[in-house]
């Protein structure tokens, strides 16, 4: 079942931050969080598995919850470069991954 | 480190004719994956391999599809008598073996059907 995620689309300006969640009505192992900007691939950002931890490199972090069955993708002190389309893909027991419909991020100088 | 490669980047049809798209994975790869993606959405599963077998697929996956994975490295996506719901960008990934590696994705074969 597909991933829900929110906000669809959000406008940022330079410096600002973002958050972008993603939920899933199942029972998740794993979440794969991706960006990908117009006519290019997806572009790999991090995997979280089951038991809550929190991962970032730079100034993007993510959290799973498990209980909640959500993990949240955080952007701090967004950048240009940080434009683009983000998707979670999520992974419930032994499936393929399941990637939702995106979140559309734009960030203006 | 050459990255996941994927042939033609573009390819127009007509309705009815066959395409074969080509992807090579990352050389050390085991499992490569083929997924559609449609504006607006995100990438769809169509199917995967570990090596040579293919181990799943997607009810998206008509009989008018095949995969194909000869030797356990490049794949083919074949999809016969084309229909105007096909156009899409397929993407392939490859990753190592386990369910929870990372994905690595090519750039894409953008597909229009006329």
């Known amino acids: 079942q597909q991933p829900v995620q929110s906000p669809q689309a959000v406008i940022l300006r330079e410096g600002e931050d973002a958050v972008i969640n993603c939920s899933s009505s199942?029972?998740?192992?794993?979440v794969h969080w991706y960006r990908q900007k117009h006519g290019e691939a997806p572009v790999f950002l991090m995997i979280?598995?089951?038991?809550?931890e929190q991962k970032g490199h730079d100034k993007i972090s993510a959290s799973f919850n498990e209980k909640k069955q959500q993990s949240s993708l955080y952007l701090t002190a967004s950048q240009l470069s940080y434009s683009g389309t983000y998707f979670c893909g999520t992974e419930a027991g032994n499936t393929p991954l399941v990637f939702g419909k995106g979140t559309r991020l734009s960030v203006i100088a | 480190d050459t990255g996941v490669s994927q042939d033609p980047r573009h390819k127009i049809t007509k309705r009815g004719q066959n395409v074969t798209f080509r992807c090579d994975p990352i050389?050390?790869?085991?499992?490569l994956y083929w997924y559609r993606q449609t504006l607006g959405q995100g990438p769809e599963f169509l199917t995967y391999?570990?090596?040579?077998?293919?181990?799943?697929k997607s009810r998206l996956l008509s009989d008018r599809f095949s995969a194909e994975r000869p030797k356990g490295s490049f794949s083919t996506l074949e999809i016969q008598r084309t229909e105007q719901g096909d156009s899409a960008m397929y993407l392939c990934a490859s990753s190592l073996a386990a369910r929870t590696d990372t994905q690595y994705f090519g750039p894409g074969t953008r597909l229009t059907v006329l």
């Open positions: 199942k029972a998740l192992y794993s």
């Open positions: 979280l598995l089951k038991g809550g």
């Open positions: 050389s050390e790869h085991n499992r």
């Open positions: 391999f570990q090596n040579e077998a293919q181990l799943e």
